[in-house]
């Protein structure tokens, strides 16, 4: 079951896929259908569902794609969309999260898809990896369907994660605990989860796991994918056990994640397209303040309408970029939120809005010494931090 809301006069589709983490054994796969059965089940999803930020057919809250053809697949399948097994004897669950893309394809080839110009697939979460797990084999789908002229391209929102050391290492108990390589690793098996084949083949055969991971598996893609990633993403930071909870960070802590900005920063200087903010935070797409963050002066929306425009170009005769039309857009900024357009911080307790100067105090961020260490005065720093807020 997928929904579907049809723009008949537009040759442009839109299929988001849902996120939602995972489950990799039998035991959190049964405590997932016990406390969030409608990942695991359609058997409580509403009749309709109100797209919101690139799924909203409002032009305000959506002028870049708010005329396309808007599908919305829900996740049921807990398997970061790459499982392709059913239910079997040994197997109390399904997972067929890449199956589930290929028939909901399939089914909307005869509700207009195939006289698609461009079908964008995008997800957030577990949905953004799995964009990147999938958008090549939609495009070969298409292709042996022999409607060769549809573009298609992906758009992963924070799904882009690394394999790092956690800032504090834990056995893999459960779904939070767990290290994300091993987590994918017990998966994989556990779903039968497939990878594209030319990421499989850069890896040793029991290696197919690196392909869940957006730096290993994005130079081995076809089609053009836009990346979206906060730098301080909030699920990294989850199964990476560094916890914002109400006590101030310890130093190690915060030199972790300043590390973890770095080290994701880095890991996108390759990708021709993407949008990454200095914020703590873990979804944007499907969020009515998308328009709201900037990088660098440009929007999300701005951003996609230059890439848009770049592809356009592309086809017809691979001119220099666009003036004036940024597609890498990538904070410098060290720390979470010293980009003034993040969206607010709420504290995880208490439900309080704080601005970037309680938080960074909540952080147990000393103003004095980061001053001292940007060789700037301490009143000058607290002025660049708190500008816009």
Known sequence: RYYLKESKGSRRWLLFLEGGWYCFNRENCDTRYDTMRRLMSSREWPATRVGTGILSSQPEENPHWWNANMVFIPYCSSDVWSGASSKSEKNEYAFMGALIIQEVIKELVGKGLNTAKVLLLAGSSAGGTGVLLNVDRVAEQLEEMGYQGIQVRGLADSGWFLDNKQYRRTDCIDTITCAPTEAIRRGIRYWNGI????????????????????????????????????????????????????????????????????????????????????????????????????????????????????????????????????????????????????????????GQEMNVIQFLMHMGFDVQKMAQQQGLEPSKLLGMLSSDN
């Open 195 to 350: 990878v594209p084949e030319r990421c499989k083949l850069q890896f040793k055969e029991g290696e197919e796991w690196n392909c869940f991971f957006g730096y290993k598996i994005y130079p081995t893609l076809r089609c053009p994918v836009f990346v979206v990633q906060w730098l301080f993403d909030e699920a990294q930071l989850t199964v990476d056990n560094v916890h914002l909870t109400g006590q101030p960070v310890q130093e190690g802590q915060w030199l972790y994640i300043q590390n973890l900005g770095r080290e994701l920063r880095n890991t996108l200087k390759d990708v021709t397209a993407s949008f990454a903010p200095a914020c703590l935070s873990h979804e944007i797409i499907t969020r009515n303040h998308w328009t709201d963050i900037q990088v660098k002066g440009t929007s999300l929306p701005r951003a996609l309408h230059c890439w848009d425009r770049s592809l356009h170009e592309s086809n017809k005769n691979g001119k220099a970029p666009l003036k004036g039309c940024p597609i890498h857009l990538i904070d410098s900024c060290p720390w979470p939120h010293c980009n003034p357009s993040c969206p607010t911080i709420r504290d995880q307790f208490t």
